[in-house]
């Protein structure tokens, strides 16, 4: 597995980042074209359904990982 990179992502008008592996955020984007969805939409998504405990990128991984649960 790859080590984190941090990349850029506009949540409600605000620039914010976000490091996940590359194949987290492989994933994630596939996800987003799947939901014919743009990735700053999807992020939004996941960022207003989180426990404000967890960060943004463990929420990512943790919806990354339960949509492929739930695809098998």
Do not use: C
């Not at 914010?16 to 990735?39: G, Y």
């Not at 359904?49 to 339960?66: H, W």
């Amino acid at each position: 597995m790859s080590r984190p990179v941090k990349r850029s992502l506009t949540l409600k008008g605000h620039r914010t980042s976000v490091s996940l592996e590359d194949e987290f955020w492989q994933a994630f984007r596939a996800i987003a074209a799947e939901k014919n969805l743009p990735i700053n939409v999807l992020a939004a998504e996941i960022d207003a359904a989180r426990d404000l405990e967890a960060g943004l990128a463990s929420a990512i991984r943790l919806y990354v990982l339960r949509h492929h649960q739930h695809k098998g």
